[in-house]
T-cell receptor, first 114, second 112 residues
């Protein structure tokens, strides 16, 4: 069982380019999340999906979009990257049973926007 | 609304010494609290979580945390630090919408 896979592992991107970060889970979890991690700020929620076909905005959604066409995949798209989107991005999933659920994290994607 | 505050962005301890990481929470509902650990260049993994069943929660790798409602705290401890404990630690609280709110993190350095 792989858990959560993210691709690419790292990427350097020119400002203004479009980029999609991929996230796939094989645990059949209902809920999925995208976070960005920045030094001194911890993890901040970008977007989430409680179940396939639904998405919601988190704390810092501007400049990002997501889709949830099926249970396993939750891609994050930067339509036109800016340097402030330089960060480490983590995808996570949760079974969906309630507030006690553990969130499981992927290994992360390190993105640099120049 | 829910939030957590981690006191101290960096903690340095000697190998074999006590590790104490502080977390205070704010929650409008009975809190469900989590500690996660992040090793260098890895994702986060769960250390332990408070489920209201017991105030003292034991986790993996010898860590434990005590929930104190009167102090709105959920501090993480380990009696004897090991070199492998060097990592970043995050406290988090689960909101009514099941989303986690994370603290800023505490980096632990272990001196030989």
């Amino acid at each position: 069982i792989a858990g959560i896979t993210q691709a690419p592992t790292s990427q350097i991107l020119a400002a203004g380019r479009r980029m999609t970060l991929r996230c796939t889970q094989d645990m059949r979890h209902n809920a999925m999340y995208w976070y960005r991690q920045d030094l001194g700020l911890g993890l901040r929620l970008i977007h989430y999906s409680n179940t396939a076909g639904t998405t919601g905005k988190g704390e810092v959604p501007d400049g990002y979009s997501v889709s949830r066409a099926n249970t396993d995949d939750f891609p994050l798209t930067l339509a036109s990257a800016v340097p402030s989107q330089t960060s480490v991005y983590f995808c996570a999933s949760r079974p969906g049973g309630g507030r006690l659920d553990t969130q499981y994290f992927g290994p992360g994607t390190r993105l640099t926007v120049l | 609304a829910q939030s957590v505050t981690q006191l101290g962005s960096h903690v340095s301890v000697s190998e074999g010494a006590l590790v104490l990481l502080r977390c205070n929470y704010s929650s409008s509902v009975p809190p469900y609290l989590f500690w996660y650990v992040q090793y260098p260049n890895q994702g986060l993994q769960l250390l332990l979580k408070y489920t209201s069943a017991a105030t003292l929660v034991k986790g993996i790798n010898g860590f434990e945390a005590e929930f104190k409602k009167s102090e709105t705290s959920f501090h993480l401890t380990k009696p004897s630090a090991h070199m492998s404990d060097a990592a970043e630690y995050f406290c988090a609280v689960s909101g009514v919408d099941y989303k986690l709110s994370f603290g800023a993190g505490t980096t632990v350095t272990v001196r030989a």
